[in-house]
C-alpha cells in the first residue's frame, strides 16, 4: 500500500511511501516480506519429499490440486533445522521466477503481524563483507526498538531453485 503525501512547504514535494509487511519467526530473529508477495498462511503439513532435492527443499504440499515446493527458510539461512511446533507454518508466496510467476511455500516458526513501515522506518542492508551473500535482502526495519530483516523473497527462491537445478545435473553427471 502506498501513500502519497504532497506537502507545499518552500515548493518542494514530499512523497512518503508506506509498506506493509507480514512478520514471522525463524529462531529468535524476526523476519518480515511484503504483503503483496503473500497469498496465504497455512498451518504446517506433511511434505512429500522430492529425490535430489537440497536439504532446505523440504518438499511439495497439494494446495487445492497444485503442486507447490515448500523451502525450510531456516536451514536455506543456514539455521538448525526447523521441527514442527503447534505455531510452525507455510506462508504461501507468489515469486517471479525467469519472467513468470510462480506459487512457492515458506517455512516459519511462527507468523507474528501485519505492519506497516514507511521508507524512513527501513534502512538499507548492511555491508558485512565480500564473504557473505546478502542479495536477498531489501532491509532493516526498525518498528518497537526492534529489528526486523526485510527479504527479498523473489532472489530467495530464485537461488534455491537454481542451487537445486546444479544439484540435480552435478548429480547427474557423477553417476
Known amino acids: 500500500m502506498i501513500k502519497a503525501e504532497r506537502r507545499y512547504d518552500m515548493a518542494v514535494d514530499v512523497v512518503t511511501e508506506t509498506t506493509q509487511y507480514l512478520t514471522f519467526k525463524l529462531e529468535e530473529e524476526m523476519f518480515a516480506l511484503e504483503i503483496a508477495k503473500v497469498r496465504e498462511v497455512l498451518d504446517f503439513t506433511t511434505t512429500t519429499k522430492v529425490p535430489q532435492t537440497p536439504d532446505y527443499m523440504r518438499g511439495v504440499i497439494n494446495l487445492r490440486g497444485s503442486v507447490v515446493p515448500v523451502l525450510d527458510l531456516r536451514q536455506k539461512f543456514g539455521m538448525a533445522r526447523a521441527e514442527k511446533t503447534v505455531n510452525t507454518c507455510v506462508i504461501i508466496v507468489e515469486v517471479e521466477l525467469d519472467g513468470e510467476k510462480v506459487v512457492m511455500g515458506a517455512m516459519a516458526d511462527a507468523v507474528q503481524e501485519v505492519l506497516d513501515l514507511e521508507a524512513s522506518q527501513i534502512e538499507p542492508p548492511p555491508r558485512i563483507g565480500t564473504r557473505l551473500n546478502i542479495d536477498f535482502l ?38
Open 138 to 175: 531489501k532491509g532493516m526495519g526498525k518498528h518497537n526498538d526492534q529489528f526486523i530483516i526485510i527479504l527479498d523473497i523473489d532472489r530467495i527462491f530464485a537461488g534455491a531453485t537454481a542451487a537445486a537445478s546444479e544439484d540435480v545435473e552435478d548429480q547427474r553427471l557423477s553417476a
